[in-house]
Nanobody
Framework: QVQLVESGGGLAQPGGSRRLSCAAS????????MGWYRQAPGKQREMVAT?????????????DYSDDVKGRFTISRDNAQNTVDLQMNSLKPEDTAVYYC?????????????WGQGTHVIVSS
């Protein structure tokens, strides 16, 4: 069965760095767009970063970022290991949230079919 498992969350200081990882199983990983979303208490879940799968045979790997994290966060994927990572640098208190990994079949316009349980990131001094 499909599973997405996030790891790497925890406490970070403003200006610090964390690296999140999402391990996928039970799916043909290369055929899915992957994304990181986050949700703070009382707020809607918001897109952080996405990276495409292989729809056209070009290998995918095109990344998009929210304006709030552009230049600070980097999304990457390893199709051989079935993982997608989020490198977070220059962290700010407003980055505090539960971060979720999602998977959307390529070609569906980011129709998020699967979600992980989330990993909590707290940025505080």
């Amino acid at each position: 069965q499909v599973q997405l498992v996030e790891s790497g969350g925890g406490l970070a200081q403003p200006g610090g760095s964390r690296r999140l990882s999402c391990a996928a199983s039970g799916l043909v990983f290369g055929g899915y767009d992957m994304g990181w979303y986050r949700q703070a208490p009382g707020k809607q879940r918001e897109m952080v970063a996405t990276i495409t799968g292989d729809l056209t045979g070009d290998g995918g790997g095109q990344a998009d970022y929210s304006d709030d994290v552009k230049g600070r966060f980097t999304i990457s994927r390893d199709n051989a290991q079935n993982t997608v990572d989020l490198q977070m640098n220059s962290l700010k208190p407003e980055d505090t949230a539960v971060y979720y990994c999602g998977a959307a079949p390529s070609g569906t316009g980011l129709f998020w079919m699967y979600w992980g349980q989330g990993t909590h990131v707290i940025v505080s001094s």
